[in-house]
Structures are given as structure tokens and as C-alpha cells.
């Protein structure tokens, strides 16, 4: 998803890559990486595909409140 897309009509996801992301840049933590290449390796794959999934998010949020 791109960033800035819009989603259920309400708003866009907006990334700000001037700012942190919430982790430190110290060298004893490890940084957050967003990778399925270990799980490539393992041949696993998603069965949902990232919009569906928010999709299925939102409206089961929107259920329980």
C-alpha cells in the first residue's frame, strides 16, 4: 500500500520519514526490520492479502465498540 492511500473512505496512512519510528538508534538494541525474507525461506506465504486484512480489522473493531 502506498503511502498516503486511502482506506474505508475515512482517511489516508501517512508515514513521516523525517521522524523516528520508535526505535533508538543505539547500538545495543537491534533495529525493526520489516522483512518476510526468513519466512520465504520457509516457504510460508500470507493467506490474506494487506488491504483484505485491514479491511477485516476495521470492521471487526468497528463490531466490538
Given at each position: 500500500?502506498?503511502?498516503?492511500?486511502?482506506i474505508f473512505g475515512v482517511g489516508?496512512?501517512?508515514?513521516?520519514?523525517?521522524?523516528?519510528?520508535?526505535?533508538?538508534?543505539?547500538?545495543?538494541?537491534?533495529?525493526?526490520?520489516?522483512?518476510?525474507?526468513?519466512?520465504?525461506?520457509?516457504?510460508?506465504?500470507?493467506?490474506?492479502?494487506?488491504?483484505?486484512?485491514?479491511?477485516?480489522?476495521?470492521?471487526?473493531?468497528l463490531r466490538r465498540s
Amino acid at each position: 500500500m502506498d503511502p498516503g492511500t486511502r482506506i474505508f473512505g475515512v482517511g489516508c496512512i501517512a508515514f513521516d520519514t523525517r521522524k523516528p519510528d520508535g526505535t533508538p538508534r543505539m547500538p545495543h538494541m537491534p533495529r525493526k526490520r520489516l522483512s518476510v525474507r526468513h519466512l520465504a525461506v520457509l516457504e510460508w506465504q500470507a493467506r490474506t492479502e494487506l488491504r483484505e486484512g485491514m479491511a477485516m480489522a476495521h470492521e471487526d473493531f468497528l463490531r466490538r465498540s
